[in-house]
């Protein structure tokens, strides 16, 4: 018969090894991902523009250089890894703007023009390159707040107007008119990040009185109820609370990358709806920055230009997240 000094130190080894099993494999989900630089941005180097996705065509419009805001619009193919100017934005020329589409149009509004917050809202066919004016957005003016379509409807909320907002408000373009929702339960903020899932769209992040916000949140497109989810502080290792973070979707999964908690983050996380729960990836692999853009349709995200303390970017990057990791472009 073995001696309890022998079970006792047989036990220790096995919850040793179980632990240490355990530790690799979490390493690992951070070896997993891989950032691939593509090609540069034509237009002027900037951060905070405005990207909108068409029937897997990707725009990008406006924004600021650190001297001006703009007003131009393009056009990336990720096929042929390349930009074509489109019609210029008729409006007034701003960063921080919103931008959504829905059945073959774009909608772009809101924002800051350097001396104004803004409420103008605007659509964009593709198939005529034309731009048209629609009714205002119906809340305050602002800017940095999120928009998003879902369900044939777009919908612009949070944001900053002199203060953090958490207002929602629901545009129909079949009626073309607006329609104000109930607030959704978090705190108000702005800068917050948001990816659509299986007909919900996943709001979290932000900043709110000068404090990085934490609760996760998810909005049913069809009940247009809001659900808390586990907040992004839920456990010591998480860097999730961030402003100005980058977003996307890809192959049933959510991702959030760069942005900032006080000092720039590349931690990029990939959000499991079935489990509520989030898995560490590769991080960014270019210069850390915020304000940043993304494309995301067909299994395919990019991240693309964005700021640091002195610098605007014109590089874009398309992750992988099933692929190991690779330090070289």
Sequence with gaps: MKSTNQLLGFTLALALMIFASCVSSDDDTEDTGNWIRRSYFEGSNRANSSAFTID?????????????YLNDLWEYDPNTDSWTKRADFPGTARANAVAFSIDGIAYYGTGYDGRNRLSDFWSYDPSTNSWSQIESFPGTARYNALAFGLNGRGYVGTGFDGSEQKDFFQYDPATKSWTALSSFGGAKRQGAFCFILDGKAYLGGGINNGLYQSDFWALDGTS?????????DEEDDYTMARNEAAAFTLGGYGYVTLGSNGQ??????EYIPSLDSWNEKTAFEGTLRTGSSVFYANDRAFVLLGRNSSLRFDDIYEFHPFEDYDDED
Excluded: I, M, P
């Design 264 to 269: 720039l983050l590349g931690s990029t996380w």
């Design 56 to 68: 897997g065509r990707h725009f990008l419009v406006g924004g600021y250089t650190g001297d001006a």
């Design 224 to 232: 247009l109820t809001w659900t808390e989810k586990t907040a992004l």
